[in-house]
């Protein structure tokens, strides 16, 4: 019998976080997050992290565990992901998989294969000073040639990704989006439900700009300014997320803070569009068009948890949670 599984996600600032805690209390679930930044300690205002407060007892696993300098990626993520999944299932309840990094998602609900294959340290040495001496535009423009549906998936930024998708093709001879797509089609392991939240655009482009605001008021520069007074560089993957990037460049003096804050506004839309983008080429997918419900989050999660019954699922009264001091 296999394994239920929840997923909750959807593009950023469209309002995941909240309907998450009301989805865990009302089937018994425990939250995983899907954040590739909410995993780092000392970077909460950036990345949107949930506040304790905002958890309201429900446990959050996969918020604060590593360091900005430490090395996290997909398949650390898999591999934590699956060990908490399995440590909920056995306390009776159901795991949730919440947050907007779709590649992480999909790594976990179709147990994918990311087998390492013979890397040659000479060609990696050589990307990495592509990157270094030419910029990583030049490094992203050589993915574009061999493999332009990665390249449309990976941040220029993401100097990693981009290097391991060169990397696969100098190895196997083939796109890793190929591979990736042969992955996507095996069948989940689990019993499992994928709810996307969604928005009309135009509104879910006001709330990003919105937020930004609201993280500028909060003190993100000041937090991407102790981040780097205690060493943490862009070089590193985490200081290369939205925000932190942005908050670099004009603390180098590469631009006005004004200049900052809209490229950051501009990113995050494009960076919501790319989700979209990819949450609609996932299969079994629920779409959740937080308009079709006026906006009100009781009837969204009414709507879930009618889909789940109607499919079968026996949801639990068990609804207890233990504090987790560490989280």
């Known amino acids: 019998m296999r394994q239920p599984l929840l997923i909750l996600t959807g593009p950023t600032a469209v309002g995941k976080t909240a309907l998450s805690i009301s989805l865990a209390k009302a089937v018994g679930g425990e939250i995983i997050s899907a954040d590739s930044m909410q995993v780092y ?125 060169l990397e696969f093709y100098r190895e196997t001879g083939e796109p890793i989006s190929r591979h990736n797509e042969r992955e996507r089609k095996k069948q989940s392991p689990y019993q499992f439900a994928y709810f996307v939240l969604n928005d009309d655009r135009a509104h879910l482009y006001e709330r990003i700009n919105e937020r930004v605001d609201q993280m500028m008021e909060e003190g993100l520069l000041e937090e991407v300014r102790r981040l780097k007074e205690r060493g943490f560089t862009r070089e590193m993957v985490s200081m290369q997320g939205l925000g932190y990037k942005e908050m670099l460049d004009y603390l180098d003096g590469n631009c006005s803070l004004d200049e900052a804050v809209e490229i950051l506004k501009r990113d995050t839309r494009h960076f919501a569009k790319r989700q979209i983008t990819w949450f609609k080429r996932e299969k079994d997918v629920i779409w959740l068009d937080k308009k079709a419900y006026q906006y009100r989050e009781e009837k969204i999660l009414e709507a879930i948890l009618c889909h789940l019954q109607e499919k079968g699922w026996e949801i639990g009264d068990n609804h207890e949670y233990t504090d987790r001091s560490n989280v």
């Open 41 to 165: 300690r000392g970077m909460d205002i950036g990345s949107a992290k949930i506040k304790r407060e905002e958890m309201d007892g429900v446990p959050h696993f996969l918020i604060d565990e590593f360091e900005p300098d430490e090395e996290f990626h997909v398949v650390k993520f898999q591999n934590l992901a699956k060990k908490y999944m399995r440590e909920i299932w056995e306390r009776g309840h159901i795991p949730i998989l919440t947050g907007g990094t779709g590649f992480y998602i999909q790594a976990v609900l179709y147990d994918i294969d990311f087998t390492e294959n013979e890397s040659d340290p000479a060609y990696r040495e050589e990307l990495e000073k592509i990157a270094q001496d030419q910029g990583a535009h030049v490094l992203h423009e050589q993915l574009r040639i061999v493999d332009p549906v990665s390249a449309e998936e990976i941040h220029e930024n993401n100097i990693k990704r981009v290097i391991r998708a």
